[in-house]
């Protein structure tokens, strides 16, 4: 309709307008903004971070039965810490900052909103007793040279005796479905009675969350540089409820 078509347009120069008169043309493009499939490099320059807590509300995620910690309130203590180690260099942006249920998908609409953008969920994994070690989850290309950055922090903040669980990539709804580069960090086990017994200490949690933050403000600043070939393409349809957990 022309009476809506109108307006529509001058906004849309408007966007273009002030998106120009912000970048201007001495400041470097960040290479990241929204891409459905995500079959690109790694993002460098981008300045905003979105952390989500996993879990909350009606929704503990793991407890652990040797310390009757929630995953939920863990990961919302972990998110709150990489926040403050992240410091003013970049804008935050919180999935939740309190106890509230948020279902995932809505996690991926809200993920959706920002373009450049990277987006963080952050766990506590659960399992047989004998597992113990961070993990971190990906899908996308171009969430390979965070992935490495981030699984290599955690792994050198982690004890020998919990080891490296390394990377896995899997579509999950965290993983593939966000159209910005997007990871899953599992910190530890709470079924393992000594990680249980670190993720309960705020000074391990502290360390965890600077050592995120730090692959964090590394990949911004230096891209995919250092972390090896990126992994193949893979064309695959967003991923639904029923598949695997997260
Ligand atoms: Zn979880």
């Known amino acids: 309709m022309p009476k809506h078509w109108i307006p529509l347009t001058c906004g849309a120069l408007a966007v273009f307008l002030v998106s120009c008169s912000v970048s201007g043309p001495k400041t470097a493009p960040s290479s990241s903004g929204r891409d459905v499939w995500g079959h690109r490099p790694g993002p460098k320059g981008f300045k905003t971070v979105i952390l989500d807590a996993g879990h909350g509300g009606k929704d503990s995620g793991a407890v652990s039965r040797f310390t009757g910690q929630k995953e939920k309130d863990l990961t919302l203590d972990m998110v709150r810490r990489v926040r403050a180690e992240l410091g003013g260099g970049f804008r935050v942006v919180m999935m939740r900052d309190d106890d509230t249920f ?24 659960s399992g047989p007793s004998h597992v113990a070690g961070p993990e971190t989850y ?66 391990y949690r502290q360390k965890l969350a600077k050592a995120i933050a730090g692959a964090i403000r590394t990949q ?3 891209g995919d540089a250092g972390t090896g070939p990126l992994p193949k393409p893979i064309n695959a349809p967003p991923s639904r409820p029923t598949d695997a957990p997260e």
């Open 138 to 203: 990906y899908w996308r290309v171009d969430s390979h040279g965070l992935a490495v950055r981030c699984q290599q922090a955690m792994s050198a903040v982690s004890p020998e005796e919990t080891a490296n669980r390394g990377m896995v990539r899997r579509r999950l709804r965290l993983t593939r479905n966000p159209e910005i580069p997007c990871l899953l960090l599992e910190c530890g086990y709470l079924s393992n009675p000594r990680e249980a017994q670190l993720a309960a200490n705020a000074g």
């Open 220 to 222: 911004s600043a230096i």
């Open 102 to 125: 948020v279902d995932l998908d809505d996690r991926v609409l809200r993920a959706n909103r920002y373009g450049d953008a990277v987006l963080v969920s952050i766990h506590f994994n």
